[in-house]
């Protein structure tokens, strides 16, 4: 199947590592252009440098940005293990909901008015979420929470959008090898006995189905799938690529 986006606009914030900066590269391979958001130089394409918990910085982008697609891939941890929650304090989850949450709700507010300029009905948005927002895991209560709200949200925008044609979608990764996965196990304790490979092995092992990584390239393609017209029916939709992770009944 090709999918060619030429003449297309993609804005991606979380582009410069990680899902972000695969999605980011999938629309290029595309024809797209691409504008990535971050907090850091993207490097390869158009970047912007702001932070999504910053509304104003964001409307500044959307003013000058023309756009196609938007893809809400900035993220972060909590950097601590719940397990039981009251190992973290209330204040650990305040920068996980401006960035998590708050970033994406930013984020969509700002690029509203442009996304509903022009022809809509080829426009897409897509969220990133986790399985860990659909199965409330233990491991960082604040990232949990935080995903199972985008999602519900993306609902709620889907509906909104869906008299003109725009559709929202989420991503929903389980056991990725990024930056963020990371420092999941660095904040663990497991981090004292096991190196990074031994534990991800056996988390793989034993919550994967399929038992085996997911990868940011898998996440991209998928973007640029929900992008395209091949999936002009898809709305509202949580999508897990999550090697089984997730099996609803």
């Known amino acids: 199947m090709k999918i060619d986006l030429t003449g297309q606009t993609a804005v991606v914030t ?24 971050d907090l850091h130089e993207c490097g390869g394409f158009e970047s912007r440098i702001a932070d999504v918990s910053d509304y104003e910085s964001l409307k500044e982008i959307a003013e000058s940005c023309p756009i196609d697609h938007l893809v809400c ?8 293990t719940g397990l039981p929650f009251w190992n973290l ?25 442009v996304l509903l300029e022009g022809d ?40 909104d959008f869906s008299d003109y044609g725009i ?32 534990w ?3 988390k793989i092992r034993r919550i994967a189905p399929l038992g085996r990584w997911q990868t940011p390239p898998e996440f991209g393609a998928m973007s640029v799938f929900l992008a395209s017209d091949h999936a002009r029916n898809i709305t509202g939709q949580t999508i897990n690529i999550d090697g089984g992770q997730v099996m609803h009944s």
Request: hydrophobic letters at 45%; a negative charge; one cysteine or more.
């Open 200 to 202: 991800a092995e056996e």
């Open 89 to 113: 304090e209330p204040n650990d989850w305040k920068r996980v909901l401006d960035i998590n949450l708050l970033g994406v709700a930013n984020t969509l507010h700002a690029f509203a008015p």
């Open 73 to 80: 891939a900035a993220a972060v941890g909590s950097g601590k």
């Open 14 to 37: 979380g582009a410069a590592s990680g899902i972000g900066r695969a999605i980011a590269e999938a629309f290029l391979d595309a024809g797209a252009s691409v504008v990535g958001i």
């Open 120 to 159: 809509t009905n080829r426009k897409s948005v897509a969220l990133l979420a986790s399985v860990a927002g659909q199965i409330g895991s233990q491991t960082d209560p604040p990232y949990s929470a935080s995903k199972a709200a985008v999602i519900n949200f993306a609902q709620c925008a889907a509906k």
């Open 167 to 198: 559709r929202v979608n989420v991503l929903s990764p389980g056991m990725v090898d990024t930056p963020l996965n990371r420092s999941v196990y660095q904040a663990s304790a497991d981090s004292d006995r096991m190196t990074f490979e031994e």
